[in-house]
């Protein structure tokens, strides 16, 4: 079982950068397909970006396309998020999420993923 622990959140400016990070307890983490997602007050939880469980193969919500990227290092059972240029509409909770092996029909989808971590909060302000 992988248990997800995300981490890196803050407060910071519009314009600004923030990491944030996934670390993951199980063996089989380097066979997880990962993604990120973002929920806004009042607003229904958003995908963000996935990547698959080699590297080779990443996805970004056209909102964020240009100015997140995610990556992953499976020697340390971490994924991570870099974000950019960073706007008050990225104000979010973002949650990490892994998929097992096999079977991911598309990384946007919330439902498709079996594990989810607590959730860093991400503030810009303007």
């Known amino acids: 079982q992988a248990q997800l622990v995300e981490s890196g959140g803050g407060l910071v400016q519009a314009g600004g950068s923030l990491s944030l990070s996934c670390a993951g307890s199980?063996?089989?983490?380097?066979?997880?397909?990962m993604g990120w997602f973002r929920q806004a007050p009042g607003k229904e939880r958003e995908f963000v970006a996935a990547?698959?469980?080699?590297?080779?193969?990443?996805y970004y919500a056209d909102s964020v396309k240009g100015r997140f990227t995610i990556s992953r290092d499976n020697t340390e059972n971490t994924v991570w998020l870099q974000m950019n240029s960073l706007k008050p509409e990225d104000t979010a909770v973002y949650y990490c999420?892994?998929?097992?092996?096999?079977?991911?029909?598309?990384?946007?989808?919330?439902?498709?993923?079996?594990?989810w971590g607590q959730g860093t909060q991400v503030t810009v302000s303007s």
């Open positions: 990547i698959s469980w080699s590297g080779a193969r990443k």
């Open positions: 999420a892994a998929h097992r092996p096999y079977g991911l029909g598309n990384s946007q989808n919330q439902n498709e993923y079996n594990y």
């Open positions: 199980g063996r089989t983490f380097s066979s997880y397909d």
